[in-house]
Nanobody, 124 residues
């Protein structure tokens, strides 16, 4: 059975850094595009970042561009989100997702699998 398990969330002060990890299992990881989304209380889930198969392309929301970096290690079935210069507005539950097809990765509509999420809290 396919599982995506996020880890690495926590509490950090503004300006600090965190690295989120997502471990995938039960799927041919190499053929899946991977993405990170986040959802704050009372808000809609929003796109954060995505990376295509074999790391050929990466995408970032304007709000995190220049601060966050997505990467993947296909040998370990892992995808990462390095978050630097964190702001209080980054506070949210962060979700890892996998998409078989690369179309419309920014919307979340083509993602087939989702993790349970990990909490990131940035204090001022």
């Amino acid at each position: 059975q396919v599982q995506l398990v996020e880890s690495g969330g926590g509490l950090v002060q503004a300006g600090g850094s965190l690295r989120l990890s997502c471990a995938a299992s039960g799927m041919p990881f190499i053929i899946y595009n991977m993405g990170w989304f986040r959802q704050a209380p009372g808000k809609e889930r929003e796109f954060v970042s995505a990376i295509t198969r074999s790391s050929t392309s990466t995408y970032y929301a304007d709000s995190v561009k220049g601060r966050f970096t997505i990467s993947r290690d296909n040998a370990k079935n892992m995808v990462y989100l390095q978050m630097n210069s964190l702001k209080p507005e980054d506070t949210a539950v962060y979700y890892c997702a996998a998409a078989r097809y690369y179309n419309d990765l920014l919307s979340g509509t083509r993602y087939d699998y989702w993790g349970q999420g990990t909490q990131v809290t940035v204090s001022s």
